[in-house]
């Protein structure tokens, strides 16, 4: 970052909160109220840089309005929390859908083929700098936290992945040794995963698609400790350990948002 920019975003974030952009987050997202005062004030002023510095578009005839623009904003700020950020500096824009989109794919068959055609999908994340996401599940993400489902934390996960030069489950770290326990442990539970997906078991608390591959392992175990981090704690300990250091959170120390059935114990069924 150079001076200019630092100057420029010391000034945006000394500026007040619009309190029409506090009340939309009040409906929207509640998570915004469970957050400490500090963490809240925090919050407000990445969200103000990130409206300041991002570019919004609606597709497919959904009209940008300031909803949008501060529900997804916030919720990508949230991974940025007590942690020093260039804001996503690979990412220029948002573009976002009223829900589910057709987009052109290019896969690469088994025999080495190229294959394209149509797929139907409810974000993506570039490295070009771009995320694509679907309103109404973006807007049903930040509202829910009883599942472990949120599309922007998934895509700006990605954007976190992806600030190191590749998109590979490993963000980068503070400090080259904490890529040691890092591997050993996403790389365990991945491969769990994995097996599991292989014998079509299905997982208590993961999205089997974080078996697709590394990235998007990263991406579904993020989404689940922002949104179940109690379960995860319970199921998935050195998981959460890791993720807690990297995002410097524990979102499983705040209260929790409503009922939760939990067994004593319960684990991820062994394979």
């Known amino acids: 970052m150079g001076l200019y920019t630092n100057w420029r975003r010391k000034r945006i974030r000394g500026r007040p909160f619009p309190p029409e952009w506090d009340t939309i987050l009040r409906r929207t997202f509640p998570r915004y109220v469970r957050l400490s005062q500090a963490d809240r004030e925090e919050l407000q002023r990445h969200i103000q840089v990130f409206l300041a510095e991002k570019h919004f578009e609606g597709a497919g005839g959904l009209e940008m ?13 949230l991974l940025l929390l007590h942690r020093e950020t260039d ?19 290019r896969s690469r068959h088994e025999s080495g083929a190229i ?34 489902h949120n599309l922007v934390f998934h895509e700006f996960a990605h954007q976190l992945d992806a600030e190191d030069g590749r998109m590979n489950g490993a963000p980068k770290l503070e400090r080259p040794s904490e890529y040691i326990a890092w591997a050993r442990v996403l790389e365990r539970e ?7 997906d292989l014998l079509w078991v299905r997982p208590a608390l993961l999205d089997l698609y974080g078996a697709t591959n590394p990235a998007e392992f990263f991406a579904v175990v993020t989404e689940c ?8 704690r319970v199921r998935h300990p050195e998981l959460y350990e890791e993720l807690k250091l990297f995002f410097r959170q524990d979102p499983a120390s705040e209260p929790r948002p409503g009922p939760m059935i939990e067994a004593p114990g319960a684990s991820e069924p062994e394979v």
Do not use: K, N
């Open 65 to 77: 309005t300031l909803e949008i623009r501060v529900t997804i904003a916030a919720q990508a700020c």
């Open 87 to 105: 804001y996503y500096p690979g990412l220029y824009s948002i573009i976002v859908y009223p829900y589910e989109y057709v987009a052109r794919a």
């Open 115 to 148: 294959v394209e055609g149509e797929q139907v999908r409810l974000g993506e994340s570039s490295m070009r700098g771009a995320v694509v996401l679907s309103w109404d599940r973006a807007r049903d993400g930040a509202g829910d936290v009883h599942d472990c």
């Open 190 to 196: 991945y491969r769990r995963l994995r097996r599991q």
């Open 225 to 232: 400790f922002f949104q179940q981090p109690w379960m995860l």
